[in-house]
């Protein structure tokens, strides 16, 4: 007889744990019911979900210790027995917690799969179902170790991504997009890959090393994170006397920020006025080629480059290594988890 599927369902509330009374919507924890009902209903194959509840808010709400709450739950699970997990999230702060699984536990051998919706079940035009049913195939037919976030765009295909290169949603259509390409379309046929060579090849993904994470058992709020913007005024932000211990600047898409600027409006005079704090710069390709003027000045004054990353996963990554013990902070930051970082190595592709 053919084992059936068996998956740890962890539900955490957001749009896809939501109802819509009187125009406001707000979670509902009913609407877990709705989802595996609706599922059963519709589905033809046989799965066994084991349902657990760590928190259940809307995840605007979501603070690094919903994370830790997240990987407690996991952690208290033999996942072994699983066939694979399904985290159902709202979709604001997804990308977030996303990087945060990578981050917090240690390389599992099944995959581990989130999923959002754009509007509450039962609502018109719902990815909910879509979305989770998609997730029980992928975990069922793939087998896939690792992070991913599966979600149905408004050009109604399933995209796979890997869960530490997600980016916040647009407002407009409510569409996610992976930092580089998404690792794939998932439909009738399965994973079909994007041939990017800057996505991990299949033959990796299936042959995860073993990779033991350093343990959290705490956030504290010490890492502050700044998008630049013609006319930050960078003097009301005071660093002395607060525990802040590292700032992520997310800079302009070449990796320059204001270095001239009066009134406040220099980030070279804030790195410089700062030193107290650890200065992370992102938007960097490759900090070996030729850079603009602002960018070495903004490094030779102390600012930290990181290359080829998106904002959610390192601002993620920086909660992590600032609240561990087992690594000095940047050895933790340089430390590849779950392909947040992208690289075009000649062993990345589509191709197995």
């Known amino acids: 007889m053919e084992k059936i599927p068996r998956i740890l369902l962890v539900l955490t509330g957001g749009t896809i744990g939501s ?7 707000d979670v509902d924890s ?26 259940n808010i809307l995840s605007e709400n979501a603070e690094p210790k919903h994370w830790l709450q997240i990987i407690e739950t996991l952690q208290s699970h033999r996942l072994c027995d699983y066939d694979g997990v399904i985290i159902a999230h709202g979709s604001d702060t997804l ?3 996303g990087a945060a699984l990578s981050y917090g536990l240690d390389s599992p051998l099944i995959p581990i799969v989130l999923v959002a919706a754009n509007y509450a079940i039962g609502q018109p035009n719902s990815n909910a179902i879509a979305n989770f049913s998609a997730a029980v195939a992928f975990i069922i037919n793939m087998k896939l170790p690792g992070f991913y976030t ?3 765009n408004s050009d109604h295909i399933i995209y796979v991504h890997l869960a530490t290169r997600l980016q916040e949603a647009d407002w407009l259509r409510d569409d996610f997009t992976s930092f580089g390409d998404p690792l794939g379309v998932f439909d009738h046929r399965g994973l079909c890959c994007v041939p990017s060579p800057k996505n991990p090849s299949m033959l990796k993904l299936y042959n995860p090393a073993p990779d033991c ?10 890492v502050l994170a700044l998008r630049a913007y013609p006319g930050l005024n960078y003097e009301v932000i005071n660093l002395h006397n607060r525990p802040i211990r590292a700032v992520l600047h997310s800079l302009y898409h070449c990796g320059s920020g204001n270095v001239t600027g ?8 804030f790195i410089k006025n700062n030193p107290q704090v650890d200065h992370y710069l992102i938007s960097y390709k490759n900090i070996q080629g030729d850079l603009y003027a602002s960018c070495r000045e903004l490094i030779a004054a102390g600012g930290i480059p990181l290359e080829n990353i998106s904002f959610e996963a390192a601002v993620t990554k920086l909660n992590f290594a600032y609240n561990q013990q087992e690594y000095a902070p940047l050895n933790y930051v340089k ?9 075009d190595a000649k062993e990345n592709g589509y191709v197995i």
Request: glycine share 4%; aromatic share 16%.
């Open 19 to 25: 109802a819509v009374n009187d125009g406001c919507i």
């Open 30 to 55: 009913r609407r877990s019911d709705d989802l595996l009902a609706i599922y059963n209903e519709q589905s033809n194959c046989q799965v066994e979900f084991e349902v657990v509840r760590p928190f």
């Open 95 to 97: 990308p977030y917690t």
């Open 150 to 152: 599966l979600y149905e």
């Open 213 to 222: 994470v350093p343990t959290i058992a705490e956030f504290r709020n010490e």
């Open 262 to 269: 009066e009134n406040g409006t220099s980030l070279l005079s």
């Open 335 to 343: 430390r590849e988890f779950f392909y947040e970082f992208l690289r």
